[in-house]
């Protein structure tokens, strides 16, 4: 991996994006958004992951993270990989979308670690939240995301958003309503 997609210091939060192959719209259905969203509390849960912001967009997903145990790579590496099982384990129950789980086939075919699908693109992309301009920078970034991309009006009326839990509205993922001033050192 590039020196630029290493944590240095797992105890600082990151944001980090995860990007499914081709920029594939998978999660506009949300049978998949919800794998993600399941797999995301699972992980703080039970992971040590804790979430300070979020977006499942179509095809990527924007979040504000940090894990000090075992640090992030470690989690996004195995969250990435449960989530792809899940997913092709989805897609193989709708026959109407066999074309992705060809698609995935592909992809994997030149990369020699994966043996039968490749789902997402490699690296995850951290960049540490050093100060709280730039911890504010990435928080309207992620939400006004959806805004940006035509989906919705108001962040907080994107259903796969930390912008609901913000505004305290039903959200799919759980995280932690912190100040940011708590979270740089």
């Known amino acids: ?48 992951l804790e979430i300070y912001a979020y977006c499942i967009m179509p095809s990527h997903i924007h ?20 989530t792809a099982f899940r997913i092709v384990e989805a897609l193989n129950e709708n026959n109407e979308n066999k074309h992705l789980i ?17 789902v997402w693109q490699d690296g995850y992309y951290p960049e540490v939240i050093f100060s709280n ?7 309207n970034y992620i939400h006004m995301n959806p805004v940006k ?12 958003s930390s912008a609901r839990n913000y505004a305290e509205l039903s959200a799919p993922v759980g995280i932690i309503l912190q100040s940011p001033e708590l979270l740089t050192h």
């Open 133 to 139: 301009k730039f911890y504010f920078q990435k928080f």
């Open 63 to 82: 979040m504000i993270i940090r894990v000090l145990e075992p640090g992030p790579g470690p989690l996004v590496r195995d969250f990435k990989k449960y």
């Open 149 to 160: 991309a035509g989906i919705v009006d108001l962040p907080e009326h994107y259903y796969y």
């Open 102 to 118: 060809e698609k995935f086939r592909k992809a994997a075919i030149p990369v020699s670690r994966n043996k039968n699908l490749k």
């Open 1 to 48: 991996m590039a020196e630029k997609c290493k944590v240095f210091d797992p105890s600082m939060p990151y944001f980090v994006t995860l990007t499914l192959i081709e920029w594939l719209p998978l999660f506009k259905d949300s049978r998949y958004a919800q794998i993600i969203a399941d797999s995301l509390n699972y992980c703080s849960e039970n992971k040590g």
